[in-house]
């Protein structure tokens, strides 16, 4: 791609904010990390209480980049089948008998798996391997899921009874884990006069499918230093015990971050990146990216819980330890 179309790609992410904006009032950092997790390739985790218009947020960006889009609502009795498809008997004109493969809603853009946490454990792990191969495998038989492929997932932290909470090997697939917070005293009035009255406002179509999959690769393509690439290694193992420096990680921390928190931090930091128009990473980008690809990924010991200590203390306390430079 040459300088002019690189510009006229980045110049569609701006107008994909104010398309978004066209029905969703404020949320901006929830919906630059969706970008952001988008650009980067991702898969994107949101936690949030009813009411915040998470859905309605994934759904108008669904439309303003034309992407296909499915919504599975996880319930305890959602099965597998449910979700990737079924092979159904068929009979041809001769009246020989076969089985045709009929995909489930997996095979889509955009997806939205609400409330991934109110399904049982072996309908959470027929994700598994579309999350991180992006196909599934059926009889046998792979079929490949279509391009891009988005997976955003919501889970409600305050109903807890009859939920499952997903295992960490699942967890770590997503990319980011984004906190969706209530609206200020300003936006929830202006949320008020918008949706109460006779208006709908209309989502405008910014780009296609085609727009997002050189984005991507263009996100891959942002520079970044081997210093910075250095300073985030040393992050990663410090938040592991067996190999950390840091008390505070010793004491209140059962297992660190994998290899694949670096590798979602350093694409996320580029994503920020493109997202502010540059075209390489600045230690701010990887400082900004730390809490959504890393507070899913530390696993805390009992000692933390009983003394109420979270995954953000912990990050906090770290982050000012080791300095990206």
């Given at each position: 791609m040459n300088e002019e179309q690189v510009s006229e790609l980045l110049s569609k992410?701006?107008?994909?904010?104010?398309?978004?904006?066209?029905?969703?009032?404020?949320?901006?950092?929830?919906?630059?990390?969706?970008?952001?997790?988008?650009?980067?390739?991702?898969?994107?985790?949101l936690e949030g209480v009813p009411g915040l218009a998470k859905t309605l947020m994934i759904q108008s960006l669904s439309k303003a980049l034309d992407f296909s889009f499915k919504r599975i609502q996880f319930t305890p009795d959602l099965m597998p089948s449910d979700i990737l498809g079924t092979e159904i008997l068929q009979e041809d004109e001769k009246g020989r008998r076969y089985f045709k493969f009929t995909p489930g809603p997996v095979f889509t853009n955009m997806l939205l798996a609400d409330e991934i946490n109110r399904t049982p454990p072996k309908t959470q792990s027929a994700l598994l391997e579309l999350m991180q191969e992006y196909n599934i495998t059926y009889a046998g038989k792979k079929y490949?899921?279509?391009?891009?492929?988005?997976?955003?997932?919501?889970?409600?932290?305050?109903?807890q009874s009859g939920t499952f909470p997903l295992p960490e090997a699942q967890v770590d697939?997503?990319?980011?884990?984004?906190?969706?917070?209530y609206p200020s005293e300003a936006e929830e009035e202006q949320i008020l006069t918008l949706t109460t009255g006779g208006a709908t406002p209309e989502v405008p179509v910014i780009c296609n499918a085609n727009?997002?999959?050189?984005?991507?690769?263009?996100?891959?393509?942002?520079h970044i230093d081997k210093g910075l690439i250095s300073s985030v290694t040393r992050l990663i193992r410090q938040t592991r015990p067996?190999?950390?420096?840091?008390?505070?990680?010793?004491?209140?921390?059962?297992?660190?971050?994998?290899?694949?928190?670096g590798q979602a931090l350093i694409l996320a930091a580029k994503g920020h990146a493109l997202l502010n128009q540059r075209y390489a990473v600045i230690p701010e980008d990887l400082e900004r990216m730390i809490?959504?690809?890393?507070?899913?990924?530390?696993?805390?010991?009992?000692?933390?819980?009983?003394?109420?200590?979270?995954?953000?203390?912990?990050?906090?306390a770290l982050s000012k330890i080791i300095k990206i430079v």
């Amino acid at each position: 791609m040459n300088e002019e179309q690189v510009s006229e790609l980045l110049s569609k992410i701006k107008e994909l904010k104010k398309a978004v904006h066209q029905v969703i009032v404020g949320q901006d950092e929830v919906l630059d990390q969706l970008i952001i997790g988008m650009l980067a390739s991702g898969h994107v985790l949101l936690e949030g209480v009813p009411g915040l218009a998470k859905t309605l947020m994934i759904q108008s960006l669904s439309k303003a980049l034309d992407f296909s889009f499915k919504r599975i609502q996880f319930t305890p009795d959602l099965m597998p089948s449910d979700i990737l498809g079924t092979e159904i008997l068929q009979e041809d004109e001769k009246g020989r008998r076969y089985f045709k493969f009929t995909p489930g809603p997996v095979f889509t853009n955009m997806l939205l798996a609400d409330e991934i946490n109110r399904t049982p454990p072996k309908t959470q792990s027929a994700l598994l391997e579309l999350m991180q191969e992006y196909n599934i495998t059926y009889a046998g038989k792979k079929y490949d899921l279509p391009k891009p492929f988005f997976l955003l997932a919501t889970q409600n932290p305050i109903e807890q009874s009859g939920t499952f909470p997903l295992p960490e090997a699942q967890v770590d697939r997503f990319l980011l884990y984004i906190k969706v917070g209530y609206p200020s005293e300003a936006e929830e009035e202006q949320i008020l006069t918008l949706t109460t009255g006779g208006a709908t406002p209309e989502v405008p179509v910014i780009c296609n499918a085609n727009d997002i999959l050189k984005l991507q690769k263009l996100c891959r393509e942002v520079h970044i230093d081997k210093g910075l690439i250095s300073s985030v290694t040393r992050l990663i193992r410090q938040t592991r015990p067996d190999t950390s420096s840091e008390s505070i990680i010793k004491e209140y921390v059962d297992w660190g971050a994998g290899p694949r928190a670096g590798q979602a931090l350093i694409l996320a930091a580029k994503g920020h990146a493109l997202l502010n128009q540059r075209y390489a990473v600045i230690p701010e980008d990887l400082e900004r990216m730390i809490y959504p690809t890393l507070r899913h990924r530390l696993i805390l010991n009992f000692k933390a819980v009983s003394e109420k200590m979270e995954v953000t203390d912990i990050l906090s306390a770290l982050s000012k330890i080791i300095k990206i430079v």
